[in-house]
């Protein structure tokens, strides 16, 4: 049976009501559920080789002149007045042209010899090991400029009216290697916690240790060591529902009702993975406009789901904050997934009912253009959510998408 849940009050009356219907995933076509990640594979660099050995019995100054001379300095003690009055003698200059030191010449050939090929052929002649490119074959030193880049930052602030910040936040990026290249991957995670003194704040901060415990453990490490196996899409329910039974066990011993909201995004290349229960929610910032991409779990969310309540409505509802949906107050729960190609898009961003519920759609598309970096989109983010009263804890992680100039 679910529940209606006020996640503003520390001391919520449960209501039941009918099982609502878990979101279906976004129109386009989703991931195979059983197939397996073969989207990447290791790849072993080939062994260092062995440093070579210093060798030297003297000390040589080369002069840097249209013919050089040598001058030796002899490894002895300190020079009597008489030598040092004799090292001061001007020196004859041999014109001569610089020899090359031993296995230098052997190297300057078989650079003319791979040039001459190249030259001969009309094509790049690769032999193993490096060489010395000539000034017609340096590689320029980039092909295309970044308008912007992969980056990400998770921010909360505790709001105007409350006294603790019950909202937790994660994010985390990083590569994993394969056959044809290194991908990127990211992991973000905001979760919105309720429940009495301190049981929000445990119940979230829980919610996020275990969900960046488990992908670690199940995606991270795995690709690493070369044996990753898992499909993406159950990997992220399950990692949600990790959380819900952590959270619950521990609500059982220690006699607490908390509880969370859990939104978690997985990027995978030019893939987004979304876990998600309650009213936390992804947006996705696309040419177009700001898109939310997860459905909530509230009373009013399902009112806007049937048709009875406009989106515009839901800010002023009364009943804007009862959830029927959330992690840890029960020994299960259904998790929403949410398959989605990135295609254009500049921006993602995840925040807690703090944001969303305080800050209209145009001025959250207006802070994410404005700001270049992450950090300046979340610090302008928290100051708008504050101007407009600041009445719940603010939780956001803002990633800035790759994109490309030619």
């Not at 020079?79 to 052997?106: H, K, W």
């Not at 952590?246 to 993975?273: K, N, P, R």
């Not at 789901?305 to 840890?328: C, D, V």
């Amino acid at each position: 049976m679910l529940f209606l849940r006020n996640s503003d009050s520390d001391a919520n009356e449960q209501q039941p009501t009918e099982s609502q219907p878990t979101a279906q995933p976004h129109p386009e076509a989703a991931p195979d559920a059983n197939t397996s990640a073969a989207w990447w594979q290791s790849s072993d660099p080939a062994p260092d080789a062995a440093p070579p050995t210093n060798q030297s019995a003297e000390v040589r100054i080369a002069v840097t002149e249209p013919f050089a001379r040598e001058v030796v300095a002899p490894a002895t003690d300190a020079a009597t007045p008489e030598e040092e009055s004799e090292s001061l003698a001007p020196v004859a200059v041999a014109a001569t042209p610089p020899r090359l030191a031993e296995g230098e010449q052997e190297a300057e050939d078989a650079v003319a010899e791979v040039e001459a090929k190249t030259e001969s052929t009309g094509s790049d002649f690769i032999t193993e090991g490096t060489r010395q490119l000539s000034a017609a074959s340096a590689p320029a030193l980039s092909s295309c400029s970044s308008r912007q880049g992969l980056a990400a930052t998770a921010m909360r602030d505790v709001g105007r009216l409350r006294e603790m910040n019950q909202d937790s936040v994660f994010a985390l990026l990083t590569s994993l290697p394969r056959e044809g290249g290194d991908i990127p991957v990211g992991l973000f995670v905001v979760a919105d916690g309720m429940g009495g003194h301190e049981g929000g704040e445990v119940a979230s901060r829980l919610a996020v240790r275990t969900v960046a415990h488990y992908i670690l453990a199940q995606l991270v490490l795995p690709a690493l060591d070369g044996t990753m196996e898992s499909a993406l899409q159950p990997m992220m329910v399950c990692a949600v529902q990790a959380a819900n039974e952590a959270i619950w066990d521990s609500a059982q011993v220690t006699g607490s009702d908390m509880g969370t909201t859990c939104t978690a995004a997985l990027l995978v290349g030019g893939s987004l993975y979304i876990a998600h229960v309650g009213d936390s929610r992804a947006y996705l910032f696309e040419p177009g406009g700001l898109r939310q991409l997860t459905t909530d779990h509230s009373t009013v969310g399902r009112l806007i789901q049937l048709g009875q309540l406009e989106p515009h409505e839901a800010r002023e509802h009364p009943l804007r904050s009862q959830l029927y949906r959330t992690i840890g107050q029960q020994p299960q729960v259904m998790v929403d997934f949410i398959y989605q190609p990135l295609g254009a898009s500049s921006h993602l961003l995840l925040c807690s009912d703090g944001l969303w519920g305080m800050v209209e759609e145009p001025l959250l598309q207006q802070a994410l253009t404005r700001c270049i970096w992450p950090q300046d989109a979340c610090h302008e983010l928290i100051a708008l959510a504050n101007l407009a009263g600041g009445e719940d804890n603010i939780a956001a992680v803002v990633v800035s998408l790759p994109m490309v100039e030619r």
